[in-house]
T-cell receptor, first 113, second 116 residues
Framework: GENVEQHPSTLSVQEGDSAVIKCTYSDSASNYFPWYKQELGKRPQLIIDIRSNVGEKKDQRIAVTLNKTAKHFSLHITETQPEDSAVYFCAAKLGFGNEKLTFGTGTRLTIIP | SQTIHQWPATLVQPVGSPLSLECTVEGTSNPNLYWYRQAAGRGLQLLFYSVGIGQISSEVPQNLSASRPQDRQFILSSKKLLLSDSGFYLC???????????????FGNGTRLTVT
């Protein structure tokens, strides 16, 4: 079945440095890749997404890149701030009528002041 | 704008007791609806999803069930809770669109269930 692997499981970054989280997926038909941020005790919230016809998307300090050939996509956070500390989940959705999102196992990002 | 309501926010139930969690969506019609569970410090496990009234797909065979009695209402139930049912239950919705476009999931605030 479809599978999404996410690395690393934990990441500590000095404030102001960049953080990169990587995900790989197994189904070549996957065509939608959102990223969610979950703060402690709260619901996951969408921070950025990318579709398979796009290689890169940027929104201020956050960017996502997609390599369909290699079946991997990455989240990049630049100029990290303490409020970026959270758990980040990647996800992938199969194309053509599949209504499910398969999530990665999450990355706990800690920004060190 | 669309909103999703989920209740209760927290729940403590004894083993063997029944469960009913409710979720409603406002501001949209014919949404896809989902129930996820998150164990402490873990990822998101899809339990059920629904693409229409009375249409339920189960992802994980267990003692839980889901129902969609109305277009924007999704209910998660159990007749007898197990200790392993403890977790953070999240309802979510997405716009149902054609193959040419994919829409993200929008989560409710969740229900933290503790089975004692």
């Amino acid at each position: 079945g479809e599978n999404v692997e996410q690395h690393p499981s934990t990441l500590s970054v000095q404030e102001g440095d960049s953080a990169v989280i990587k995900c790989t997926y197994s189904d070549s038909a996957s065509n939608y890749f959102p990223w969610y941020k979950q703060e402690l005790g709260k619901r996951p919230q969408l921070i950025i997404d990318i579709r398979s016809n796009v290689g890169e998307k940027k929104d201020q300090r956050i960017a996502v890149t997609l390599n369909k050939t290699a079946k991997h996509f990455s989240l990049h956070i630049t100029e990290t701030q303490p409020e970026d500390s959270a758990v980040y989940f990647c996800a992938a959705k199969l194309g053509f009528g599949n209504e499910k999102l398969t999530f990665g196992t999450g990355t706990r990002l800690t920004i060190i002041p | 704008s669309q909103t999703i309501h989920q209740w209760p926010a927290t729940l403590v139930q004894p083993v063997g007791s029944p469960l009913s969690l409710e979720c409603t969506v406002e501001g949209t019609s014919n949404p896809n609806l989902y129930w996820y569970r998150q164990a402490a410090g873990r990822g998101l496990q899809l339990l059920f999803y629904s693409v229409g009234i009375g249409q339920i797909s189960s992802e994980v065979p267990q003692n839980l069930s889901a129902s969609r009695p109305q277009d924007r209402q999704f209910i998660l139930s159990s007749k007898k809770l197990l200790l392993s049912d403890s977790g953070f239950y999240l309802c979510a919705w997405s716009v149902r669109v054609g193959d040419a476009y994919n829409s993200p999931l929008h989560f409710g605030n969740g229900t933290r269930l503790t089975v004692t």
